[in-house]
Nanobody
Framework: QVQLVESGGGLGQAGGSLRLSCAASGRTFVNYVMGWVRHPPGKAREFVAGLTWSGGTTSYADSVKGRFTISRDNAKSTVYLQMNSLKPEDTAVYYC?????????????????WGQGTQVTVSS
């Protein structure tokens, strides 16, 4: 049973920073991708960032490129999303997700395991 537990998030200010963490357990993630997907209010879910667990290949949505950084700590089986230069449009529920690596990191439908989500609200 795969478990993904997010922490972090909360209220941030425009121009500020927040960091999300995702602790993964339940299996070996060597062949998996880990990602962050967000669900803005009134909009569809959207890919934010992803990385391969073994190789460290990363991918970012254009809207967060240069502002957000995804990283991992293998020893802790934890994935992080460092969010800098926050904007009000970053407001969303952020989900940690995992799935088998099929060559593309950015497809939301490639992620099959999900955390419970954590709210990020950015005030202007």
């Amino acid at each position: 049973q795969v478990q993904l537990v997010e922490s972090g998030g909360g209220l941030g200010q425009a121009g500020g920073s927040l960091r999300l963490s995702c602790a993964a357990s339940g299996r070996t993630f060597v062949n998996y991708v880990m990602g962050w997907v967000r669900h803005p209010p009134g909009k569809a879910r959207e890919f934010v960032a992803g990385l391969t667990w073994s190789g460290g290949t990363t991918s970012y949505a254009d809207s967060v490129k240069g502002r957000f950084t995804i990283s991992r700590d293998n020893a802790k089986s934890t994935v992080y999303l460092q969010m800098n230069s926050l904007k009000p449009e970053d407001t969303a529920v952020y989900y940690c997700a995992a799935g088998l690596y099929l060559g593309v990191l950015s497809r939301v439908d490639h992620y099959h395991y999900w955390g419970q989500g954590t709210q990020v609200t950015v005030s202007s």
